[in-house]
């Protein structure tokens, strides 16, 4: 069972077959024709994941006017159907997802159209999974008639992690607990909270590694923080674009994991072409087995989305992308790029 991404307060993130099949039927497109199996999907109303090239991953539910999208931060945004010419239509005025039977297209505020394609397959998670997964649900709030509040927890072979969800962004609390501990909503009996900023939601876990992601993103980025699950010690945070790593591996105390790492500098490399490019190269290593980005393309594409700001935008840090991979052997954590693409954006 995969716990990352969220609609309501808790989905599975399931690909479901024939997903943009279903999104085409809802604004009355032909559909092609789809498995037994892929049918099946769609009346279960499975969650459809959505990945585009800029890194944004969005997980969406349809329904016959609307569609609940939620982002790799857990936050949600829930978008109404409009009549369209061509292909569909969902959009509030700030968000939009829009696309025909070729192409999907994702859209914030005045930035330009991000492609984007539906997942056709189930994508692995590299989190153990947890024994069993008990809920129990809370009293509604009559001021958020539209949240679940619940609790959630998630058992494994030597601890439970607790948490408690409001319906509101990042969960009310959240908590490491003995593995039988009873799953209720006050804090029981050798139960250790983590009150942490980083801490927004359960993650996963790996071994004794748990982690817990941001209530939101980032510079383009999902934070997280890992804890040791036999210590209660905070271990290390870091950044990932997308909701899952491509691989974690635990050998004793060593944690290795891959990702595509975002990496908010302290510099612009677009106004700071001398001293700024050595210092991320010592931050990330980047260089030579990766390249340092470009980021004239980003930094100019802001300037002329707001150009009343532009002195204001080239003195801004930039945020670097690329693929890493992290190790910590129990006592410190080192980080190196491996070959890949990098990317340069401003912050957001």
């Known amino acids: 069972m995969v716990w990352l991404s969220r609609i309501g307060t808790e989905l599975c993130r399931r690909a479901a077959l024939g997903g943009f ?13 789809f ?3 892929a049918d099946q999907a769609m009346d279960e109303d499975q969650a459809v994941t959505i990945s585009c090239d800029d890194g944004t991953a969005l997980t969406a539910l349809f329904d ?23 292909g569909f239509l969902y959009t509030n005025g700030k968000f939009a997802l829009s696309g025909d039977d070729a192409s999907a297209r994702w859209i914030v505020g005045k930035k330009a159209p991000v492609a984007c394609h539906f997942n056709d397959q189930q994508q692995p998670t590299h989190f153990d999974e947890p024994l ?12 958020n008639p539209d949240a679940q509040p619940q609790v959630n927890c998630y058992r494994f072979g030597g601890f439970m992690v607790k948490e408690v969800d409001l319906g509101e962004k990042g969960a009310a609390s959240l908590a490491i607990a003995p593995a039988d ?10 139960e250790t909270p983590i009150k942490d900023d980083t801490a927004g939601y359960f993650f996963g876990a790996k071994s004794n590694f748990v982690f817990f992601q941001a209530g939101d993103g980032w510079n383009g980025g999902l934070p997280f923080v890992v804890y040791d699950a036999k210590t209660m ?20 105390n060593t944690l290795t994991m891959k990702f595509r790492r975002v990496f908010s500098a302290d510099c612009s490399l677009y106004l700071d072409g001398g001293t700024c490019p050595e210092t991320i190269r010592k931050q990330t290593g980047l ?21 009343d700001y532009a002195k204001e935008i080239e003195d801004l840090p930039s945020v670097i992308s690329y693929e890493a991979q992290l190790t910590f052997d129990g006592k410190s954590v080192a980080i190196k790029p491996l070959k890949g693409e990098t990317a340069c954006n401003v912050p957001t």
């Open 181 to 190: 501990a009873a799953c209720e909503r006050n804090a029981g009996k050798n």
């Open 233 to 252: 010690k905070r271990l290390f945070e870091d950044s990932l674009q997308g909701d899952d790593f491509e691989s974690l591996d635990v050998a004793g």
């Open 21 to 33: 099949a279903f999104a085409l039927g809802l604004a009355g497109l032909t559909q092609p024709a």
């Open 64 to 86: 016959e006017t609307s569609v609940e999208l939620t982002l790799a931060d857990g936050s949600k945004i829930k978008l109404p159907q409009k009549d369209s010419d061509t």
């Open 35 to 37: 498995s037994q199996e």
């Open 287 to 307: 260089g030579e087995i990766a390249r340092l980005p470009d980021c004239g393309a980003a930094y100019d594409a802001e300037k002329k989305r707001t150009p």
């Open 132 to 143: 069993t997964v008990d809920t129990l649900a809370l009293p509604k709030d009559k001021a």
